[in-house]
T-cell receptor, first 111, second 114 residues
Framework: SQELEQSPQSLIVQEGKNLTINCTSS?????LYWYKQKYGEGLIFLMMLQKGGEEKSHEKITAKLDEKKQQSSLHITASQPSHAGIYLC???????????FGTGTQLKVEL | GAVVSQHPSWVICKSGTSVKIECRSL??????MFWYRQFPKQSLMLMAT?????????EQGVEKDKFLINHASLTLSTLTVTSAHPEDSSFYIC??????????FGEGSWLTVV
């Protein structure tokens, strides 16, 4: 079975709406990383979570890691066209900064 | 600004030739770097761990003789695709960890083998 599952695979929202992307690991996480990618380009670091129950925010994006450190959510408030892209969660399950990635969520924001 | 830089961004090579991609850490030393591959519309797959001063560690299914990794200095890792074939065409991207466990990625390199 997939070690890291991300949902939904794609998402279309209207500008101004809120949205949530989920990432679930079958293993306990040493760290959970969220990145944004435009197709064919590098990954933009968004946030890194390490502690159970941790929550971080940057501008309109909030990420949480559950107490068991196996599930994370990324929440975008009042989405804008600039939020469009592919969101990837990366899991460090071994503590060595080697990441396993989810399948990604393609986000489109419609005007 | 970028903390991990890759070069080249795009490369086209003939089938059977070798091509080298560089990954540099900017303003910090990286004893470990990672190489990933991403096929169109798919997620990133880890290929290998590049260790400064020692042999790279390859993931299962990745041919070490085909994807040569050299990490000769604390700021540079190179990936050489030897005897490239069209099926090696892909997006290759590296990562390095800054202190505090923040992992940054390079801009990626598109390889097209014709």
């Amino acid at each position: 079975s997939q070690e890291l599952e991300q949902s939904p695979q794609s998402l279309i929202v209207q500008e101004g709406k809120n949205l949530t992307i989920n990432c679930t690991s079958s293993k306990t996480l040493y760290g959970l990383y969220w990145y944004k990618q435009k197709y064919g380009e590098g990954l933009i670091f968004l946030m890194m979570l390490q502690k159970g129950g941790e929550e971080k925010s940057h501008e309109k994006i909030t990420a949480k890691l559950d107490e068991k450190k196996q599930q994370s959510s990324l929440h975008i408030t009042a989405s804008q066209p600039s939020h469009a892209g592919i969101y990837l969660c990366g899991a460090d399950t071994g503590g060595g900064n080697k990441l396993t990635f989810g399948t990604g969520t393609q986000l489109k924001v419609e005007l | 600004g970028a903390v991990v830089s890759q070069h080249p961004s795009w490369v086209i090579c003939k089938s059977g030739t070798s091509v080298k991609i560089e990954c540099r850490s900017l303003d910090f030393q990286a004893t470990t770097m990672f190489w990933y591959r991403q096929f169109p519309k798919q997620s990133l797959m880890l290929m290998a761990t590049s260790n400064e001063g020692s042999k790279a560690t390859y993931e299962q299914g990745v041919e070490k003789d085909k994807f040569l990794i050299n990490h000769a200095s604390l700021t540079l890792s190179t990936l050489t695709v030897t005897s490239a074939h069209p099926e090696d065409s892909s997006f290759y991207i590296c990562s390095a960890s800054v202190s505090g466990n923040t992992i940054y990625f390079g801009e990626g390199s598109w390889l097209t083998v014709v």
